[in-house]
């Protein structure tokens, strides 16, 4: 009970240098590249999970649009698999950390506007008037559509890392609390550690719907750019 509450989120090093880029790079090897005529039943389960997830996102997709299957299917990959393995005990969660998040929210998001006002610039420009809008209100109705839409990455990153954060932290004061109680009262500590075990379940279910979440929500902006 001594740990400080937030030393899982402080960035671990080895060394005396910092080993996140490691950590980022380790759930590649979980999703190993295909090298068989007939594949085994991992890699044909990953395979078949990534055609659903890919065939959702782009069916709303014009062909232009869907030229960014492969980013959108590495992203939710990505996410998925790095919030899953920061829940195993003594680990660090990258996306965990504000400033990880922004990286991957500010580009994929600059790439859809870009890609608006490159190529429907019309309907772009007209997402910051809606039609019909009052004279008096037009100052102020496009300085709202220009904070709004400036505030969409900070949205994404901020979702992602106040869920996942909240979670740990979560977990980590019941553990702490069961702990506690095993020599005080343990019936009390066995209820909450039925409570551990349902919410690292519930965890389990928010890591990999935060990833869909994410990936979903760029889908949709690319949607109303492309």
């Known amino acids: 009970m001594n740990e400080n509450l937030f030393a899982s989120f402080i960035t671990p090093t080895m060394m005396g240098l910092p080993i996140v880029v490691l950590i980022i790079m380790f759930p590649t090897i979980l999703f190993p590249s295909p090298n068989r005529l007939i594949n085994n039943r991992m890699v044909s389960v990953q395979q078949w999970l990534t055609n659903q997830v890919l065939k959702q996102m782009m069916m709303i ?59 429907k610039t019309k309907a772009s420009l007209a997402h910051f008037l809606p039609q019909g809008t009052p004279m008096a209100l037009i100052p102020m109705l496009i300085i709202i559509e220009t904070i709004s839409l400036f505030i969409q990455p900070m949205a994404l990153a901020v979702r992602l890392t106040a869920n996942i954060t909240a979670g740990h932290l979560l977990m980590h004061l019941i553990g702490g609390a069961t702990l506690a109680l095993m020599s005080i009262s343990p019936t009390t500590a066995l209820i909450t550690f039925i409570v551990l075990v349902l919410l690292t379940m519930l965890e389990f279910a928010v890591a990999l719907i935060q990833a869909y979440v994410f990936t979903l929500l760029v889908n949709l902006y690319l949607h109303d750019n492309a």
């Open 61 to 119: 997709h014009n062909p232009k649009g869907r030229t960014w299957a492969l980013m959108l299917v590495s992203l939710i990959m990505f996410i998925g698999s790095t919030n899953l393995l920061g829940l195993l005990p003594h680990s660090f969660t990258p996306t965990t950390q504000l400033s990880m998040n922004l990286g991957m929210a500010i580009p994929l998001w600059a790439g859809t506007v870009i890609l608006g006002f490159r190529h």
